[in-house]
């Protein structure tokens, strides 16, 4: 018995020896990847419910080496994504701007890190890149979480309610699986929620997640704010959404992020049902 438990204890101390190798190792490709911009960005299209026509397209950050919800948690820890999200948003704005000059103006959705927003000077960095590829706040769509919110309410709310004042649009991701209070909420200049893909996942087969989505929505109604519902990947989900008076739609059943080369933004989902 004694053995076992001694070999198990080495078992262990491995496994956390592997991984802090391969984080360390993750680690050093990440600072590489962003030397020589190795990162690409794909975009998701958001579309209006009833006119099926797109909205907004969501830039979503693409690595050679791994998948975001790896990478996106190491460059948190690490700090890398004080300068990764930044040149998220440079790229997201650019491309915003080829759209405008295109005669096709888009609004673009970033995804923004708490640490991001904990950055007493985000706002104002925000700000500068707007101006300096000449576009209006309106074209620009800020996608927070909840957790994001928390840890530095204060400067959080202070950098949200100036972007917000710019024009910037503010849309709360992952809504319904973090911690907020019904009184942050209240206090949170927003224009939309984007209910959690795991919310959605089963509406169509669960009445009790058809309930607890409708509640969700009518609580965004009372706040007057608009409904994204995110992870639409049956059709069934995307006629319950609209039933529920949701919005917005996104998903795979509509389109699956892409390269910018190959999203058709003139194409309405109307067209596929
Ligand atoms: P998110 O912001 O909630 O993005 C939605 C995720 O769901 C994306 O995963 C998207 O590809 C995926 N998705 C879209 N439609 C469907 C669907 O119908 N079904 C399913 N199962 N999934 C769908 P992705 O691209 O792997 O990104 C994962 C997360 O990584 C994002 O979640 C976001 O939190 C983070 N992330 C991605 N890009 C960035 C970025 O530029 N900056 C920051 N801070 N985070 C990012
Ligand atoms: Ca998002
Ligand atoms: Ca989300
Ligand atoms: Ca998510």
Redesign the pocket.
């Known amino acids: 018995a004694k053995n076992l438990g001694r070999s198990r204890y080495l078992f262990f101390d491995q496994c956390i020896y592997d991984n802090m190798r391969l984080k360390l190792s993750m680690e050093e490709q990440l600072r590489k990847s962003l030397e020589q911009k190795d990162f690409t ?2 975009y ?1 299209p958001i579309y209006n419910t009833h006119s099926g026509k797109i909205v907004s397209a ?5 690595w050679p080496y791994g ?3 790896v990478f ?1 948690p190491l ?2 820890e690490t700090g890398l ?1 004080l300068p ?2 930044l040149w ?1 948003l440079e790229e ?1 704005l650019a491309q915003a701007k080829r759209w405008q000059d295109a005669g096709t103006p888009l609004v673009v959705s ?4 708490h640490s ?1 927003l904990h950055q007493p000077s985000f706002a104002d960095k925000v700000c500068e890149r707007l101006q300096k590829c000449g576009l209006e706040p309106s074209i620009l769509q800020l ?1 927070i ?1 909840e957790t994001a919110l928390m840890e530095d309410w204060q400067v959080s709310i202070a950098n949200i309610q100036k972007l917000r004042d710019m024009g910037v649009r503010i849309a709360l ?2 809504f319904g699986t973090g911690y907020s209070s019904l009184s942050h909420l209240q206090q949170l200049p927003l224009d939309c929620l ?1 209910i ?2 795991s919310f ?2 089963r509406i169509h087969e669960s009445p009790r997640d058809m309930a607890l989505v409708q509640a969700l929505v009518e609580l965004a109604k009372a706040l007057s704010l608009k409904v994204v519902a ?4 049956y059709e069934e989900q995307m006629l319950l959404a609209r039933t529920l008076g949701i919005h917005y739609l ?5 389109a ?2 892409q390269p910018v080369a190959q999203l058709e933004l003139n194409r309405s989902f109307a067209a596929l049902s």
Do not use: C, H
């Open positions: 960005l794909v998701q969501e830039a979503l950050l693409r998948s975001p919800d996106i460059a948190e994504i990764l999200g998220v997201a970033v995804n923004v890190s991001q996608e979480t991701d992952d984007k959690d893909k959605m996942a995110e992870g639409i990947e996104q998903g795979f059943f509509l699956k992020p």
